[in-house]
């Protein structure tokens, strides 16, 4: 007997598919379908709600293998779930790295046992992120890799950063890359600018970024190699960005959710409260307005996360010594409701393609779309919803979050993965 | 002011900083007597924790605690159990568990005050964290700096050289500008950091500019690590273009102060000749900052009662 579900008079928002309609949806074993329900069939009532293609995260970090007192592959993707995230994509920069295939083949049997959202693995660029020799590519994609990244830090030579995206390529990978100069950043505790000097907090400037976002684009467009710059931060990285684009060169770039929404200023306005510590640092008002005016016009391709969960003992310390990183994955959709699309800034279906299908191209990934025929990885999201942020509350065991206390309108109400609920609102 | 901290000065209006200084005035009194004693604040206690080396803040500190009988105790970190990875809220329990007034702290991160002073109930003084800010310098500057013009409206304050690192200059800027100083800034653009017209100051085009018709110049400490950190040439580089020396120091008014927050660099970021001139009132500074001192423990700890 088929298994049949009917979710019934949502408001379908499908950018794939140029969607945005009040329409049912039909699954059939897992996988959406056009034909009409059976008679008796389960109905799931989603009017006043929206239906969405599962959100696909570019850039997580579960940190399992090696650090599971942060977060590991189940609290990770119950994390994910609870999100509205069906696939997530988890940075190698874990104990050891992901750079051998077997790694990748325990994550996913890990994530395949856990039964929650999709976990995607994304291999190391070099030997144990050390920046010298090239990880096994060829391998890693064989044991199901989708892209390859030395994130936490950016590959410091030229010349390994020139080799690693002809050889990813040559295995239709991309390279995920963090773009960070370490020469410009190192021992910078925050943004480099005018609040750094009043706090007397070490900077990290803008152009240590954007230093290493102008050699990348170089060598992508030397190489005709795809390039995915992580986190974009700052207004001339995007501009940057944007002017390779238009020369045809094959770099594609995410953008977070805090950098979308917050500025150095909330170091100093928490009181140099270390859950505002983050790597690319959180910039100006400038920079949050081009970043938001490269998501409306496509510059920036996807939202991702960069959900990095850390201990309380690594952040309930002075400034400087807190580890970088924000726990993200369940206030993603929230955050990015309220202060983008509740205020006419973004539209819906704009900030669905760079949740949806926009990461999935980026990845190569067949999600992202409510199609006929896809797997049936959908959220549904109560747009009218307020809810509080409380990290106590997470599924995370990361509750590192500068969003803590926030009212967001927008939640999260069921998430499926194929057909199967992993998150339903109690 | 009772029961409050001491983290930036930032965090004083105007009205605040005079009533500091001239509580330090009564206090710099106690100073001038032969015994230097007041029962002010017995029975309370203090102590001082320095996460970071330093002789002069630190002895100011507690000479300040004694001369108003509080009783004082000192820890060096180099013998502490933050060297055994405790942190600084741990520490920070512990010391309330023991019944302590107040805490003077001083530390190499930016922020460790602020941090100390949200696990605590007890006042926390800053006296210096990373370089973010160093309050009592600052009032111990206003204060000499009063002391000899009488008011601090309409002056024109130099302040040369590491701007950068220096938070004694970011104190000094954000007191002396809110008591209606006029402050110029000048050094090597290698440790100017950005945005320091946020916290008040004229950035000046060069060493010159910023001195001309001064009423104070003040010069700043050059730590010898910022020629290895590859952010100046060198020490010779440095003093012959930005160190205060005789000619320099007469681009100021003929009565200009010459102040400098110490230890002394001779020969780099200042000549002997200024530091040991008429001008130069750094003995005023240190003597300021043990009345300055009494007058914050004062204040914050509510006197006697």
């Not at chain 1, 002809?166 to 990978?173: I, V």
């Amino acid at each position: 007997m088929a298994e049949f579900l009917w979710i019934r008079g949502g408001r379908i928002i499908d950018p794939s598919r140029g969607a945005d309609e009040t329409a049912d949806l039909v699954i059939r074993d897992g996988r959406l379908t056009a034909e009409a329900p059976p008679t008796g069939c389960p109905v799931l009532d989603a009017r006043g709600l929206w239906v969405l293609p599962g959100l696909i995260d570019l850039h997580c970090h579960l940190r399992d293998p090696g650090q599971e007192w942060k977060e590991d592959i189940a609290s990770g993707t119950r994390a994910a779930a609870r999100g509205g995230y069906t696939a997530v994509a988890t940075m190698p920069n874990t104990e050891p790295a992901v750079d051998t295939p077997a790694l990748v083949e325990y994550q996913l049997a890990r994530a395949a046992a856990v039964g929650g959202s999709r976990v995607l693995s994304v291999g190391a660029i070099t030997v144990g992120r050390q920046g010298r020799e090239l990880a096994p590519m060829g391998q890693l994609r064989a044991a199901g890799a989708v892209a390859v990244s030395d994130d936490g830090a950016g590959v410091e030579q030229a010349v390994v950063m020139w080799r690693a995206l002809r050889y990813a390529a040559s295995f239709g990978l991309p390279v995920l890359e963090h773009c960070e100069d370490r020469s410009l950043s190192r021992g910078g505790a925050m943004h480099r600018g005018a609040v750094s000097t009043r706090l007397g907090l070490p900077g990290i400037p803008a152009e240590a970024e954007e230093v290493a976002v102008a050699r990348d684009l170089v060598l992508a467009e030397a190489t005709g190699a795809h390039l995915h710059v992580a986190h974009v931060s700052t207004a001339r990285a995007v501009e940057l960005i944007r002017r390779a684009k238009a020369r045809g060169v094959r770099v594609t770039c995410e953008v977070t959710p805090h950098h979308l929404t917050l500025t150095d200023e909330a170091v100093a306005r928490s009181r140099y409260d270390p859950d505002t510590k983050v790597n690319p640092p959180l910039r100006t008002e400038e920079d949050v307005a081009a970043l938001r005016a490269a998501l409306a016009d496509g510059t920036i391709d996807a939202v991702a996360t960069d959900h990095a969960p850390h201990g309380p003992e690594e952040k309930r310390c002075e400034y400087e010594a807190a580890a970088f990183g924000i726990s993200g994955l369940e206030t993603a959709l929230g955050v990015l409701l309220t202060t983008l699309v509740q205020p006419g800034l973004l539209a819906p279906a704009a900030l669905v393609e760079r949740l949806t299908c926009g990461p999935a191209r980026v990845l190569g990934h067949p999600g992202g779309t409510l199609a006929a025929g896809a797997a049936a990885d959908v959220v549904l999201v109560d747009p009218r919803a307020s809810w509080r942020v409380e990290p106590e509350a997470f599924a995370s065991r990361g509750r590192n979050t500068p969003f803590k206390g926030w009212n967001l309108t927008g939640r999260v109400v069921a998430t499926l993965v194929a057909g199967k609920a992993v998150w339903q609102l109690g | 002011m009772k029961g409050r901290d001491l983290l930036d000065l930032a965090d004083l209006g105007a009205d605040e900083l005079e009533t500091v200084l001239e509580a330090a005035a009564s206090m710099e009194d106690v100073l001038a007597r032969r015994i230097k004693k007041v029962p002010t604040l017995r029975g309370r206690s203090l102590v001082t924790l320095f996460f970071e080396p330093s002789t002069r803040t630190r002895i100011s500190f507690e000479l300040a605690g004694k001369y108003l009988s509080a009783d004082v105790v000192g820890v060096n970190a180099a013998a502490a159990s933050v060297q055994k990875g405790e942190s600084l809220e741990d520490t920070a329990r512990t010391l309330e568990a023991m019944g302590v007034d107040a805490v003077v702290l001083r530390h190499r991160a930016a922020g460790a005050a602020e941090l100390l002073a949200r696990c605590l109930e007890v006042p926390v003084i800053n006296a210096g964290d990373g370089m973010h800010a160093h309050p009592t310098q600052g009032l111990l500057d206003l204060y000499t700096v009063r002391r000899r013009k009488g008011e601090l409206r309409g002056l024109k304050v130099a302040i040369i050289g590491d701007l950068e690192h220096s938070r004694v200059a970011r104190s000094d800027l954000i007191g002396l500008t809110r008591l209606g100083a006029q402050v110029w800034v000048a050094g090597p653009a290698t440790l100017l950091p950005p945005g320091l017209e946020g916290l008040g100051a004229r950035v000046a085009a060069t060493v010159e500019e910023a001195l001309r018709e001064a009423d104070v110049v003040m010069a700043l400490r050059l730590q010898r690590e910022r020629q290895q950190q590859g952010l100046i040439p060198g020490g010779e580089e440095y003093a012959r273009c930005f160190g205060l020396n005789r000619q320099r120091l007469a681009l100021a008014k003929p009565d200009a102060l010459f102040l400098h927050p110490m230890p002394l660099n001779r020969g780099v970021e200042v000549t002997s000749e200024v530091a040991d001139g008429a001008q130069a009132v750094l003995f005023d500074q240190v003597r300021a900052g043990v009345a300055v001192r009494m007058a914050v423990l004062y204040l914050l700890l509510g006197g006697g009662n």
